[in-house]
C-alpha cells in the first residue's frame, strides 16, 4: 500500500485469476474473506489486475505481506483506476458480480481497458518464483 497526498491504494498479490469470457471481455479474482483487499474491492465498483514483469518480484512480495518496504513501487493511472508501472498487462475492469464461495469471495470484472508491455511473466510455483524457460527448436 502507498499512500499519495489524501488517496490510499490498495493491493493485494492474487493466488487465483482467470479469463472468464472473451464476449463481452470477463476476468474473475479470487478473494480471501480475511483480506484488508476484501471490503476495498466490495466498496469500489472498480478494479485493476496488473500481471507483472519477472523483475517485479519485489512488488509481488510486497502485496502478498512478504515484505514490508513499499518504496520504489510507482502506479500510473487508467480511467482514474491505479494500475502498477511497467506490468506486462494491466486491466482496467468495472465490477460485473461477485459471488460468495467457502472462505474466498469471486469478484468477476468487466474489462473496459487494458495496457500492454513486452517482457516476460513473474511467476510463482511450488512456494518459489521464477522465470520461464527460453525455448529451443
Not at 490510499?8 to 474473506?33: E, Q, R, Y
Amino acid at each position: 500500500m502507498q499512500e499519495i497526498g489524501d488517496d490510499t491504494f490498495h493491493g493485494m498479490t492474487a493466488n487465483a485469476f482467470m479469463s472468464v469470457s472473451l464476449n463481452p471481455k470477463l476476468i474473475t479474482v479470487s478473494v480471501d474473506k480475511k483480506a484488508q483487499m476484501y471490503g476495498e474491492l466490495g466498496e469500489s465498483g472498480k478494479f485493476a489486475v496488473s500481471i507483472l514483469a519477472e523483475e517485479q518480484q519485489n512488488i509481488s512480495m510486497h502485496f502478498a505481506g512478504q515484505k514490508k518496504e513499499g518504496r520504489g513501487i510507482d502506479f500510473d493511472f487508467i480511467q482514474d483506476v491505479s494500475v502498477i508501472q511497467h506490468a506486462l498487462t494491466t486491466m482496467v475492469c468495472n465490477m460485473h458480480s461477485s459471488h460468495h464461495v467457502g472462505d474466498h469471495t469471486l469478484y468477476v470484472g468487466e474489462v473496459v481497458d487494458i495496457g500492454l508491455n513486452e517482457g516476460n511473466p513473474l511467476t510463482f510455483f511450488k512456494g518459489k518464483y521464477g522465470t520461464l524457460a527460453k525455448q529451443t527448436n
